[in-house]
């Protein structure tokens, strides 16, 4: 369908009827008489071919293309406020705008904080908002680019989608201090004989999915959608965790557990800003990938080494 027969107006008020169910309300949100808005719901009831709000009793309720619409609806007005709030040029010391990144709490730690330090050496009006990535992400990966500036997301997980390398890690594995059923080197025998607690989704992960293609069925007790929490889960017990190096050294002594290197070449983590395609040309957007950039340079100047030996305590 071609959008120049469209009054894209009607995208505000399809996105207010529906969210208010309510002609008036939806009218006062913006900015028409009830005149008005009951035209424009005429409009869309005869472009959809459908109620899209029903009279039941006193109130009105979305039908089922109604409710369909909902979330679309939102999430088109969001892309549309992006495309529309876009600059040919941006000066980051005297401009304010935000910035809404999704993001894990380990690419905040990692990542995060030193680059909200360098935004706002540079651009003290800018606002960063870090949200955490859901769990869809997978599924709903175009839908919730277009309602966001970036996404912190390593290599491996979602693809089709612009992105700027930031910078690498290597996998480590946390066991407690005090667990004797580990020498002070991992086997894989210990990897299938140990309960795992893992992050979220763990088949999400390139290296979760190298364990399967190595034979490694991990037998998870846990699971957790916080890369921080993992020490104090493994802690005490018999339990394993896969974690990030990086994450895992800023982490040590928080909890009494040994960070030990994988007993295989575990594939390294490769870090990268996602963004839809929308944002591409933006200067504002320009600026705030080539500091993400620059910060994750960086970062990968300084690679994690080699975790030497611990035995249990």
Do not use: K
């Not at 469209?6 to 505000?12: A, I, K, M, Y």
């Not at 963004?275 to 600026?287: E, K, L, M, R, S």
């Amino acid at each position: 369908m071609s959008l120049s027969g469209l009054d894209l107006n009607l995208v505000l008020a399809l996105r207010a009827l529906l969210e208010e169910r309510n002609v008036t309300r939806a009218g006062r949100r913006v900015g028409l008489s009830q005149p008005a808005m009951s035209a424009a719901l005429a409009r869309l009831r005869r472009h959809f071919d459908d109620d899209l709000l029903a009279r039941v009793g006193r109130q009105y309720e979305l039908t089922a293309l109604g409710r369909a619409l909902l979330d679309r609806t939102s999430t088109a007005c969001d892309l549309l406020e992006r495309v529309f709030s876009s600059r040919a040029d941006f000066a980051p010391g005297s401009e304010e705008r935000e910035f809404t990144l999704l993001t894990s709490d380990y690419a905040l730690t990692v990542f995060g904080a030193e680059f909200a330090r360098s935004v706002h050496a540079e651009a003290p009006g800018v606002r960063l908002r870090f949200q955490r990535t859901p769990s869809d992400v997978t599924e709903e990966t175009a839908t919730l680019l277009s309602t966001a500036d970036g996404l912190l997301m390593p290599r491996g997980v979602i693809s089709g989608f612009p992105a700027v390398e930031l910078f690498t890690d290597r996998w480590a594995f946390l066991v407690a201090e005090a667990n004797d059923e580990v020498g002070d080197r991992l086997t894989m025998d210990d990897l299938a004989r140990l309960p795992w607690v893992v992050y979220q989704r763990a088949y999400d992960a390139p290296a979760a999915r190298q364990l399967s293609m190595l034979g490694v069925d991990p037998q998870v007790e846990i699971f957790v959608d916080s890369f921080q929490a993992l020490p104090f889960l493994i802690a005490g017990t018999r339990r394993i965790a896969l974690v990030q190096q990086r994450l895992a050294e800023l982490l040590r002594g928080v909890a009494a557990v040994r960070l030990m290197e994988p007993p295989y070449g575990a594939v390294p983590l490769q870090e990268a800003l996602w963004w839809h395609p929308v944002h591409t040309h933006d200067a504002a957007h320009i600026w705030l990938r080539e500091t993400a950039s620059r910060v994750g340079a960086e970062l990968a100047a300084s690679e994690p080494g080699r975790i030497a030996p611990v035995a249990p305590r």
